[in-house]
């Protein structure tokens, strides 16, 4: 397997785990509305997930130089 070809598959796998993370933690902060949950941890989730958001968009620009 070549050195582009590895490390290609390697920033799209930690890419999709990024996204899943993202999701769940989306799915987490939506709950957490309905449950009346206090402002303090639903900020502390969505800097989590702005947190996801950046890593996820630097291996995407990071994936695209590759090409």
């Known amino acids: ?3 582009f070809t590895d490390t290609h598959n390697k920033l799209a796998t ?3 785990e990024l996204y899943r ?3 769940a933690l989306d799915d987490e902060i ?3 509305y309905n449950k009346w ?3 303090e941890i639903i900020n502390r989730k969505k800097t989590q997930k702005l ?3 950046d890593e996820i968009h630097k291996l995407e620009h990071e994936l695209r130089t590759l090409q």
């Open 1 to 3: 397997m070549s050195k």
């Open 14 to 16: 930690r890419i999709q």
């Open 21 to 23: 993370k993202h999701r």
């Open 30 to 32: 939506k709950t957490m």
């Open 37 to 39: 949950e206090s402002d």
């Open 51 to 53: 947190f996801l958001k």
